[in-house]
């Protein structure tokens, strides 16, 4: 008979790149009784927590809060600026700016893609030939991600906004930051971001169920020119709300407003920078210990250039069957669950079974880094999967050069 897995008992780690780990405070925030919605605490305490929100985007703009996901502020933020038969760009470099277009064209929009790999960031030279090529300022909007949770890769959102500028084109920079906001330094105004997105279940510490779409004076002057917007997703009243009910156009998220409180207080006692410097910490000793084992064996990061790195989530190149197996092998042996391969191969495709992620964003410190890589050096072992020596200590050293 196989031996139990008797590594495993005990508290079990979610290192996929979201929902990311919660902390105990934020739990002990939503363990409560449901609240009035009309009047009292939660009323005075969301009145509070805009303007923190604003403070973790670098805003000093409008923010409408919405219950839903990231496809909902991807929604969201579309409908209050983009009408059927207006075209939008969307340089693509993982799998979530493909979803962005596909959400563009649900909702009518002409999409331009252009697809930069799995690998590399926007290649900035030829969107600004697609810009150029618009005489007649048609592209209405540039759907840009900056971090892509399926790919790990990073790009360059003031880069892009200096081409809009430099080409005199007028198109509104709208970024998705469902997977860097909070962990990836991110500056709205100061990079000129029209429209910013994300979510509450990654750098915000919160429970999937809230997100978030900032947008400044230019956006709302493109809302108001709009013929309709849906009731439900207009950002008006959501953002300048004369009654308590209408940041939400109906019931609050209640328990999930205690939990962002909480989180807001943990993000902004550290302090932005601070959070931007651990997790950039953190992210540098993750990629030595890879550096280390693909030194020997298949063991290969997905983007090769740091600078185009995300510092929240990591993807990973194993090969087919590798990838999952050290999944499966990690989560059933030690408790351990990284991510899988999303987006980097079909679901069905062997190759799919080649990839996984480890997501390092929001709750994370040193030791639960440490715990991580030191998890996924037993699987490597447990499965002879070849790799080389010494990634724990190459990890140690950046933790302790600090």
């Known amino acids: 008979m196989p031996k139990p897995p008797i590594a495993r008992n005990g508290r079990e780690y979610l290192a996929i790149p979201g929902p990311s780990v919660i902390p105990d405070a934020v739990l002990q925030a939503m363990h409560r009784p449901a609240p009035n919605i009309y009047a009292g ?28 996901n990231g496809h909902a502020a991807w929604e969201a933020a579309l409908s209050n600026v983009i009408a059927p038969g207006d075209r939008v760009l969307v340089p693509a470099t993982g799998r979530f700016a493909h979803g962005w277009a596909e959400m563009a064209q649900g909702l009518g929009a002409k999409v331009d893609i252009l697809d930069f790999g799995k690998r590399n960031p926007m290649d900035l030279d030829r969107i600004a030939a697609s810009l150029r090529a618009d005489a007649g300022h048609q592209i209405k909007a540039v759907l840009a991600v900056h971090v892509d949770t399926s790919t790990s890769i990073r790009n360059d959102i003031s880069a892009l906004r200096a081409v809009l500028d430099s080409e005199n084109h007028p198109a ?24 910013m997105v994300t979510g509450s279940q990654k750098g915000l510490m919160v429970p999937p169920g809230m997100c978030f779409v900032f947008f400044n004076d230019k956006a709302a ?62 992210a540098r000793a993750i990629w030595a210990a890879c550096d280390a084992w693909a030194v020997e064996g298949p063991l290969e990061l997905n983007v090769a250039d740091p600078f185009n790195r995300s510092v929240a989530v990591t ?15 990690v989560e059933q042996n030690i408790g351990l669950t990284l991510g899988i391969g999303l987006g980097m191969a079909p679901p069905g495709d062997p190759d799919w079974h080649g990839f996984f992620r480890l997501g390092h964003m929001g709750h994370v410190n040193g030791h639960m880094i440490m715990g991580l890589l030191g998890g996924i050096e037993a699987g490597l072992s447990a499965l002879s999967i070849p790799h080389g020596r010494g990634a724990l200590d190459a990890a140690a050293q950046v933790i302790a050069a600090g």
């Open 41 to 68: 605490q939660l009323v005075d305490m969301t009145a509070g927590i805009v303007p923190d929100l604003k403070r973790v985007a670098r805003t000093i703009g409008h923010v409408a809060m919405y219950v839903g």
């Open 221 to 282: 002057e493109a809302r108001a020119a709009m013929q309709r917007v849906s009731c439900y997703w207009d950002w008006t009243p959501r953002a300048n709300p004369e009654e308590f009910f209408m940041y939400w156009n109906g019931t609050a998220p209640t328990h999930h407003l205690y939990g962002l409180r909480t989180a807001l207080d943990m993000i902004h006692a550290e302090g932005m920078e601070a959070v931007w410097r651990r997790h950039a910490l953190l």
């Open 315 to 329: 993807s990973l190149r194993l090969g087919a069957p590798h990838g999952t197996a050290l999944r499966d092998w």
């Open 172 to 195: 509104l920079l709208m970024a998705d930051c469902i997977a860097s906001l909070g962990c990836d330094v991110f500056e709205m105004d100061a990079w000129g971001v029209d429209v």
